[in-house]
T-cell receptor
């Protein structure tokens, strides 16, 4: 089934630990995105990639890094997790830009303690 | 700065009681206005894209409309399975969407 796969589904992480959230799509979409969703704040863009080999910063990039070495994968890394990074993280993709909307993954629920 | 504001934050309806959700946007050079549905514990699911003022789109009990400043999601004779959070988003760059905070809809049987 075409779509976006995120892993893990959920994770409890000790503060200070490094963590990579995985995102893979099989739709050959050029653009990929990482959002975090927090109660009362909605979806906020962390990082994005318009095409393989390029990345950009979104609204809330601090403490996060991404890479896009191929079309299908877009991992998000927390170098040293802090409790304020407790959130639900969604990966999304679109064919080219956002004109056609996004396809979202099912999310990763991350708790930093 | 691009901004998308949704109202109300939460809405409770009885089954069959029609209503509308509002999405106001401040986006220069709008290229697309999107509506998504999100169920608890899941990612947002695409519903509609509207590109120009006056455009309307329908899907089952839902109809989305667009003016130059806002969009409405009309729900006609809702059923309990329509209960979800509805998200609105806008883009002017063709690359990144700005999302509203959503309206949590509950339809009671």
């Amino acid at each position: 089934i075409a779509g976006i796969t995120q892993a893990p589904t959920s994770q409890i992480l000790a503060a200070g630990r490094r963590m990579t959230l995985r995102c893979t799509q099989d739709m050959r979409h050029n653009a990929m995105y990482w959002y975090r969703q927090d109660l009362g704040l909605g979806l906020r863009l962390i990082h994005y990639s318009n095409t393989a080999g390029t990345t950009g910063k979104g609204e809330v990039p601090d403490g996060y890094s991404v890479s896009r070495t191929n079309t299908d994968d877009f991992p998000l890394t927390l170098a040293s997790a802090v409790p304020s990074q407790t959130s639900v993280y969604f990966c999304a993709s679109s064919p080219t830009g956002g004109d056609y909307g996004y396809t979202f993954g099912s999310g990763t629920r991350l708790t930093v303690v | 700065e691009d901004q998308v504001t949704q109202s109300p934050e939460a809405l409770r309806l009885q089954e069959g009681e029609s209503s509308s959700l509002n999405c106001s946007y401040t986006v220069s050079g709008l290229r697309g206005l999107f509506w998504y549905r999100q169920d608890p514990g899941k990612g947002p699911e695409f519903l509609f894209t509207l590109y120009s003022a006056g455009e309307e789109k329908e899907k089952e009990r839902l109809k989305a409309t667009l003016t130059k400043k806002e969009s409405f999601l009309h729900i006609t004779a809702p059923k309990p399975e329509d209960s979800a959070t509805y998200l609105c988003a806008a883009t002017n760059s063709g690359s990144r969407l700005t999302f509203g905070e959503g309206t949590q809809l509950t339809v009671n049987p």
